[in-house]
């Protein structure tokens, strides 16, 4: 089934609802197409073009829920599926924290998340742009290995008390590694867009190779505290460990690192250094999100930390009407803002420090402190006098992102980034942090 | 990530943060739809479809996996149920070669055309991308098996157990974790049945039957005072089984001077109820001095260590740098291999990989391309011996078949290289969990997996775990807390001085093993025996925010 207008999706969701006998009826539909092409070894490898579409029914009988998919668009199949999560809600157990459904919301108007150009984007459109990005491995004689992703996607939410929602996006994520034929140097780039015709798959591939050929003969030097500058895509897995746990619920309750004793949380507090600011902005021109939630909720401009201080926390409607407070949801994506300075500015400042491309395999050691652990990768660089002095092994690091928001010594100018953890992406600045903790080397390259 | 997708799911956590609220796996359907299964007959005729269209089309080989996954989650938290949901995944993924590349399209539009599209458009890819190849894939030989067909060897299937026993099943943890002093549980009981069909040109027609199963529980307990809190996460593992599993009988016990662990079946309620005393001793536990320490590791933390430190740098795929750009290369580079002396580990360390053990994760009759599945050894007696293939690497290791690792998990994925259950092989000596700790002058005995992290290269890592016991002159002295190890792999494994023998072998493993772009998940167990692990490196993890 091709992406549906706004006016398909209603028509067909409000025959679905047409079929409702529940106190209570929410149905969903959703689709997307999209292709992929992977490289490795110079090679193109596996690849290929998926394409899938999902109509849930959700139905309610008092708090006893249940929910029902089909992937067929016929009028016997659609009763069908209504009948079946009818019949699965008179089987579940009643669920004390069931919310009644939301009645009509106004949204703000649909972010410019869809382009005409990343939809039609097919097999050529892919091979042509890894070609450019092969042609480059070749010239520097390395090693390429990446990915390249395009999607394009709708989905639309209707309910029995006449909510109505919609929303189109397209998606391309490109991400590169280049090694150098010994092993002994790796370079990476990433990159998230919207617009394909943004994706310059030759220019992200040759800071990949730059990064590679120059990590060569990398030196040991020991594991302590230095001050690392870390690139957008190192600064996206640090924090979104912390995004993940800003849930009310759970600071409440006494168990996130927002918890504090005696069932208090540390918001409105300062929590790490004043200049950070970080918010989530659906209507944001370089990293455009829904503007609504999965449960019909409406996005709005949310400040999250506002001069170091953490301003809201995000909640299920169930937690925020047992608390009386405001129903936040969950943010589509994250944006922190940064400085003026560009990476080299950063590194140009830096009398002694490293310079970190990429974090990898990040994982929480302590949810009390957000101790995350993870290594350096395909790409860290001493820096000395402002300038790049020679490639260093890459390290362990045992380090909460909250301490390193707390030893902030600058910031970079904002860019859109991926998490290579999540997929995720972010509009995130170049931090340059003071006492970063490495504890071991690591003799990957 | 589906690891995350799955925390979401179930509610708890952290990551529900950035993602839509819509299920993750699947469409939702009703539960005694997922008893009805699709007529081989019917699987025969619409692979014919695809690999008819395909060879039309100029494809020179094909292969056609349709998929049926099904997946039935019980979430609860305290008191109450949750979330209560049925997955379904319907639909047929399409491999060519054509022009010598690669070329994959899947669809869930089941009627003829819509297969005959998404062959066509498989072979239009492979031709397009052909221009970017360096040399074509180049498959192993595989003969075909005709109709066949293979069922898990199980004795309950899980997805007929009625809801409510499931749920009143997790109530009951619940209420036995509350009942001994928690604050808050959340428990689950995930389980899967995979129904996939595999068809090619070799000729073969597979029809397969895959069940798995796990429950697990989240137990928190705070100090009210300081506002600390500790979790103490079940100790069962994800396991290749039916709902008997469930059903856990005396000789499945086994009593250690920490409390009560499991072999092959897993009493929940009694894990929750030891849990809940356990985590309160986490909270007034001693806060580890830095340091090396002889480690004792039990099975339910150690597969951990052997999954990331010996299954994946084995994978030949990441050996050879297909997984440069995420997952990562491999330090057991082919000359190592090549020199037959590439010393690994100590000589206690065997280690096999075994497609074919009863009750693993990774037990299947037949790959995802159509490969019989076997057993092998990847390290014998701390020599590196073997790795992991499939038909277009075999040839590279000269191999004149695949040893059948191919896996997707979703018939919209493509298939690729994914880890067999690999396994540390019991020590030959008698050996018990009680000699080993008699034998430790200054050590640490580790229980259940925790935080964990590796290098793209499998060099460095860092583990953490559930339940950390101070060993002092032969005896447990008391808990231990902010505990993690870091080491080397190579140091790490000829530091291991003692294995346990095989009445001690238990498995344990993940439903949650992320490879690929875009990633895929694979199910894998690791079994092993208590093994010692002399002077490793320990560090206190213990911050202040």
Redesign the interface.
Known sequence: MPILTKEQAKVILTKVLGYSKADECTV?I?GSDG????????????????????L?VTSAFGKKS??????EYDDASLEKVVK??E??AK???E???YMTLLGPQTYGPQSPAFSEITAAVG??ER?DA??QS?AVSKENKL?A???L?NSASY?ALMNSKGLFAYDTSTDVAF???M?TSD?KG?G?ATRGYNDFSKLNAKHDTEIAAKKALSSVTAKAIEPGKYTVILEPTAVAVML??M?????AR?AD???S?M????GKTRLGEQLVDERVNIYSDPWSPELPG?AW???GRPQEKIDWIENGKVKNM?TSRYWAAKTGIKPIP????IIMKGGTKTLEELIKGTEKGILVTRL????????????L???T?DGTFYIENGEIKFPVK?F?F?E?P??MLNNLDEMGKAERTVS?????NYLLPPLKIRDFTF??????? | ?KR?NFIYLTGM???????????VW??????E?SLEYVDPAVKKMLSDVALNAARSKGATYTDVRIGRYLNQYVVTRED???N?????S??IGIRVIANG?????????MDKDGIAKAAE??V??AK????????PVQLAEQKGYGEVSWKAPIEKNAFEVP?KDK?DLLLSVNAAAMAGGA??VNSILFMVNEQKYFASTDNSYIDQDIHRIWPTFFI?K?N??????E?RNSLSAPMGMGYEYLDAKPEHKIQTAMGVLYKGRYDMVEDAKQGAVQVAEKLKAKSVEPGKYDLVLDPSHLWLTIHESCGHPTELDRV???????A??S?L?LDKWESKKFNYGSKEVDIVADKTQVGSLGAVGYDDEGVKCGKWDIIKDGILVNYQAIRDQAHIIGLDHSQGCCYADNW?S?Q?QRMANISLQPGKKPLTIADQIKNVDKGIYIVGDG??????????F?F?GQLFYEISKGKIVGMLK?V?Y?S?TQEFWNSCSAVCDERDYRLGGSFFDGKG???QSSAVSHGSATARFNGV?V?N?????
């Not at chain 1, 249940?66 to 992937?71: H, K, S």
């Not at chain 1, 290579?420 to 995720?424: D, F, I, K, L, V």
């Not at chain 2, 935080?451 to 460095?460: A, G, L, M, P």
Request: charge should be neutral.
């Open positions: 969903y959703s292709g992929n092409i992977r490289y490795a070894r110079n090679s193109v490898n596996t690849s290929g073009a998926v394409s899938t579409t999902t849930q249940g929910v029902a998919t089909i992937n079946r999560s019949e699965l089987l579940a157990p669920n004390p924290e097999p050529k091979a890894v070609a092969l090693n290995a990446g990915f992703e989905s991400n590169i590694t090694r092993g790796s990476y979104e460990n995004f993940f746990d800003l849930d759970q309750e006494g168990r690192f918890s504090k004793p005696g829904s939630a999965g449960d995000y969950n943010p589509g994506s990898w395999y990040i994982r929480s050691v302590d949810p009390q402190t957000l101790l652990t993870g290594l990768r890459n362990r045992n909460s909250v301490i290579a953890e999540s997929n995720q504890t071991s080397l690591s003799d990957a390259v | 990530m995350r956590g952290a990551a529900a943060a950035m993602l839509p609220a819509i299920p699947g469409n939702e359907i009703p539960i739809q109450k149920v949750e209560l949901v049925n997955t379904e319907y639909g590349s690669w070329g994959f399209a899947a669809t869930d539009k458009l498989a239009a890819i397009e991308n052909s221009r970017l190849l360096t040399s809801i749920a604050d808050y928190t705070i009210k005072e300081t506002g600390k809190f979790t050879l740098g297909y997984e440069a750009n995420f990562g290369t330090f580079t919209s493509v690729f935080s964990f992290s590796i290098d793209q290269q499998r060099y460095n860092q953490g902010d993690a870091q080397n772009q875009p990633m490196n560090i993890t213990g911050r202040k925010i």
